[in-house]
């Protein structure tokens, strides 16, 4: 009689609570991020090995095939140890491989500056079920495409590619990718094909005082931002590192609402978005935005309407006769007030906020993303921005009172 695969009794307790609801999430892609000592490398090795119990071959990547040995390979055998499952596996040191000795599935360790042998590798019963890319930051997108590639083949068990890392830039094409709905603030994101965990040191109860103090010391920002906190870093020279992608309440009164508009039609968009200020914590809501080129005065008036009814529209003042159009059609549209160096001042201003993007805003997170000051020739930043700012305009146009509002104060006295 053909044996099935051994049951076994992991206690809860072997699992930091944050990992365990995940123990075996079926989601297509699934992303375990955060800062340093999280645990996150430790959960998916011991996974990765009770699912090789089941059947599941998973095959294990990093950039540098030697950074496995360890790393993941050493994790996933102190996972064997733990759990008391040695008499049901055989390690192949050489070849950085296990195999269950119950059903013949694999965990397979490798590197993708072997691209011959990721290409040609195959377990040796059934197909790969599961991919995990351990520090993907250091991996190329076309790299995890053709990872995505060898997912395929007809098996009981629904195919997962699993990215884990240190969110080391905003920059990167992860986060462009698969972080454009992901309520940050929150740090978790579930839907039926996606699964993205954000997870700190805080969660992670198996370190020692030691170890949290250490984090906690941490005094360099960037590192503390993105090892401390588990949070995206921002690269020099961004103007903006005070934002991120977050949930926002369903309803504001209409004294918080702001509407802005920045002016095109060619080659330029004609911007707008709608947000909400919270001016007691200094926290800015962009609830939406639209961004789009061949807009007639007629049209564009009708996208301001469902934007944002008759709140009053902020707009660029270089175009008076557009705005007196606009006026025309229903729009309670007012110049923006330009004077000296107004364009820096509404950057300070904004810069010390903290602003939160609805989701509903990929436009302007990807206008924040790539808004530099410009480079000088010694290393160091000239106070001039660089990049496209059509919506960022919008923004300073429409919070243009409250970020006048202390100058004007200091006049009337």
Known sequence: MKKGPPVLHVPPAAFNACYLPHLQA????????????????????????????????????????????????????????????????????????????VNSAQLLFLGLDDVEKIKSITPLHGPLTDIWVEEATETAYTDVKQLEKRLRGISPHKKRLTLSFNPVSRAHWIYRRYFTDFPEDQGLLITPERLILRTTYRDNRFLSPDDRAGMEQEQDAYFRQVYTLGEWGSLGGAVFTN??????????????????????????????????????????????????????????????K????????????????????????????????????????????????????????????????????????????????????HLIDALRYAMENDSTARAATVVRR
Not at 84 to 99: A, C, P, R, Y
Not at 244 to 269: E, I, K, M, W
């Open 26 to 101: 079926s989601q297509r892609l699934q992303i375990f991020y955060g800062g340093a000592g999280s645990g996150k490398s430790v959960f998916l090795a011991a996974r990765a090995l009770l699912d090789c119990l089941t059947g599941r071959n998973t095959l294990v990547v990093r950039k540098v095939a030697r950074t496995l040995r360890t790393s993941c390979f050493a994790e996933a055998q102190k996972a064997m140890a733990r759990f008391g499952l040695g008499h049901f596996f055989k390690i192949n040191k050489t070849e950085m491989s296990i195999t269950c000795l």
């Open 243 to 304: 934002w991120q992608v977050g949930s926002v309440p369903a309803h504001f009164p209409n004294t918080q609402l702001r509407c802005g508009l920045d002016f095109g039609y060619a080659q330029d968009p004609a911007a707008a978005l709608l947000c909400a200020y919270d001016s007691k914590h200094k926290r800015l809501y962009v609830l939406d935005e639209f961004s789009e080129t061949g807009l007639t005065n007629d049209r564009l008036a009708q996208r301001l």
């Open 306 to 389: 469902a934007l944002c009814g008759r709140l009053p529209v902020i707009c660029d003042a270089a175009e008076p006769k557009s705005i007196a159009e606009l006026r025309r059609l229903g729009i309670s549209a007012y110049a923006a007030r330009k004077g000296p160096d107004s364009v820096l001042h509404g950057l300070q201003w904004l810069a010390q906020q903290q602003i939160i993007l609805s989701p509903q805003c990929p436009a302007l997170r990807e206008e924040l993303l790539n808004y530099r000051w410009t480079p000088d020739n010694e290393g160091g930043y000239l106070p001039r921005p660089q990049g496209s700012d």
